[in-house]
């Protein structure tokens, strides 16, 4: 779990960093679309990000390889959902739109995975 704190510290600080971007210093630089796309990308991101943090304090208390799981699907969907959003707002390249929708469906298995707290016996 030592990794996964690290990406923790790390993705919530670049959320802050590209929250406080297309609010300032992007402003000016993009258009409307553009700005909302990084919104988006930097919400999911720190919502994601609270929430694997969340699940590390509970990891700590009740070891899980649920936890682990829901843990690793979220990094991997902040990875290509909001990585695929910044790099695609910056540079255009086409290809990252397939990348965008692989990473909200991994949220959404990372979520659903977590029912199995409730339903799965340990």
Known sequence: MKKIWIFIGLSGALAVVAGAMSAHLLADMLNT???ARIQTAATYQMYHTIVMAALCVYYQFKPSPII?????????AIVLFSGSLYLYTATYYHPLVFLTPMGGLLFIVGWLNLTRLAIDKP
């Open 68 to 76: 682990k799981l829901s843990c690793i699907l979220f990094t991997l």
């Open 33 to 35: 679309k553009e700005l």
